[in-house]
Antibody
Framework: QVQLQESGPGLVKPSQALSLTCTVS??????????WNWIRQPAGKGLEWIGR???????KYNPSLKSRVTISIDTSKNQFSLQLTSVTAADTAVYYC????????????????WGQGALVTVSS | DIQMTQSPSSLSASVGDRVTITCRAS??????LNWYQQKPGKAPQLLIS???TLASGVTSRFSGSGSGTDFALTIDSLQPDDFATYYC?????????FGRGTRLEIK
């Protein structure tokens, strides 16, 4: 059974960088069958896709965050990571890592496995 | 970006009712439409993928339909455990986008 687990600081100061890691167990990030994603949800609000990485290291980002986001993958550790720079209070949210099926260079499947979520608060 | 318009935003229903939630995409997304259930403090759970394919372990009381731009999620014979928030999601092209959610409440 595949499991995903987010880890990282729960409090980040404004203007600094937010860094989270997702550790995957029960499955390999080297499998070509999946994309590995980051999604966030501010309290009481909806879901926002941040971006994804493929086993090759190829990435796609949400244009609304693209200038501040980097997603990377370390297949040797079975982890992928999110870095979001120059954070503000608007970046306070629960951050989820999630997996979806690779169906092609563009299309993909639903998010079938999620981490439990990591609350990140941006505050001085 | 593809906009996903989900309705209603909230819905009150009783145990045993049948309810339908709709989702409209701002452009054709074929059948790359997925539905999720989310309960407070928990990650979303995939219910339906590819518009109508039931996810593993999900009860057949949930069903999905549609293609192109118009989609629906139907829940038959509502059970107490079904009262939650539901989201649609398009995986046709990045950036992935979600509907704003439908909160299903007990009447």
């Amino acid at each position: 059974q595949v499991q995903l687990q987010e880890s990282g600081p729960g409090l980040v100061k404004p203007s600094q960088a937010l860094s989270l890691t997702c550790t995957v167990s029960g499955g390999s990030l080297s499998s070509g069958s999946y994309y590995w994603n980051w999604i966030r949800q501010p309290a009481g609000k909806g879901l926002e896709w941040i971006g994804r990485v493929y086993m090759s290291g190829s990435t796609k980002y949400n244009p609304s965050l693209k200038s501040r986001v980097t997603i990377s993958i370390d297949t040797s550790k079975n982890q992928f990571s999110l870095q979001l720079t120059s954070v503000t209070a608007a970046d306070t949210a629960v951050y989820y890592c999630a997996r979806n099926s690779y169906l092609g260079l563009v299309v993909s499947g639903g998010f079938d496995h999620w981490g439990q979520g990591a609350l990140v608060t941006v505050s001085s | 970006d593809i906009q996903m318009t989900q309705s209603p935003s909230s819905l009150s229903a009783s145990v045993g009712d049948r309810v339908t939630i709709t989702c409209r995409a701002s452009q054709n997304i074929d059948n790359y439409l997925n539905w999720y259930q989310q309960k407070p403090g928990k990650a979303p759970q995939l219910l339906i993928s590819a518009a109508s394919t039931l996810a593993s372990g999900v009860t057949s009381r949930f069903s999905g339909s549609g293609s192109g731009t118009d989609f629906a999620l139907t829940i038959d014979s509502l059970q107490p455990d079904d009262f939650a928030t539901y989201y649609c999601h398009q995986s046709y092209t990045p950036p992935h986008t979600f509907g704003r959610g439908t909160r299903l409440e007990i009447k």
